[in-house]
């Protein structure tokens, strides 16, 4: 099934404990990118990879790191899981040479710190 | 997700009716926008896109309407049905291509409400 898988899709944490938000495209894309969601917030960019190897930070990157070492995965890891990290994330992938039609996103993680 | 329609504006219309979602973009330098539709509980799905070379592009019951001299942009949805019932944001970007010149940056969103 082409498109973006995202796993788990459902996590709750304990405030200090870490983990790694999974994120794998089979299209070749790429372009990747975490974008988080809240409520009345929109969606606002974490990190984002143009290839593998690069990654960059986005509007919101502190408490999370990412690494690109393959261009179908994306990984995105909570060092130290606070509270205020509580969140719906999203993982998206582009095709840098015909982005026509977009980002494709993931079906989302839903993230609780206690 | 479940919560992303709180806080939102919200356009109520009846089936069959036409739908008008408004947008504000902030940057005079975005090149490329793109309207999403989000169900609950679901990522964001592509619905249509614009270049800053046009104001306007019609999909298949969807056109969006942009207008540069006010930044501003609109998405039209004709004979509106119950399924089309979600939050619907725009996305602006300073490059078709994605990467630093090209993430998107999205509005807050409009949640769409259609009654039977």
């Known amino acids: 099934n082409a498109g973006v898988t995202q796993t788990p899709k459902f996590q709750v944490l304990k405030t200090g404990q870490s983990m790694t938000l999974q994120c794998a495209q089979d299209m070749n894309h790429e372009y990747m990118s975490w974008y988080r969601q809240d409520p009345g917030m929109g969606l606002r960019l974490i990190h984002y990879s143009v290839g593998a190897g690069i990654t960059d930070q986005g509007e919101v990157p502190n408490g999370y790191n990412v690494s690109r070492s393959t261009t179908e995965d994306f990984p995105l890891r909570l060092l130290s899981a606070a509270p205020s990290q509580t969140s719906v994330y999203f993982c998206?992938?582009?095709?840098?040479?015909?982005?026509?039609?977009?980002?494709?996103f993931g079906s989302g993680t839903r993230l609780t710190v206690v | 997700g479940e919560n992303v329609g709180l806080h939102l504006p919200t356009l109520s219309v009846q089936e069959g009716d036409n739908s008008i979602i408004n947008c504000a973009y902030s940057n005079s330098a975005s090149d490329y926008f793109i309207w999403y539709k989000q169900e609950s509980g679901k990522g964001p799905q592509f619905i249509i896109d614009i270049r800053s070379n046009m104001d306007k592009r019609q999909g298949q019951r969807v056109t969006v309407l942009l207008n540069k001299t006010v930044k501003h942009l609109s998405l039209q949805i004709a004979a509106t049905q119950p399924g089309d019932s979600a939050v619907y944001f725009c996305?602006?970007?300073?490059?078709?291509?994605?990467?630093?010149?090209?993430?998107?940056?999205f509005g807050k969103g409009t949640k769409l409400s259609v009654k039977p």
């Open positions: 996305a602006e970007s300073t490059s078709l291509y994605g990467g630093s010149q090209g993430n998107l940056i």
């Open positions: 998206a992938s582009s095709n840098n040479r015909d982005p026509k039609g977009g980002y494709t």
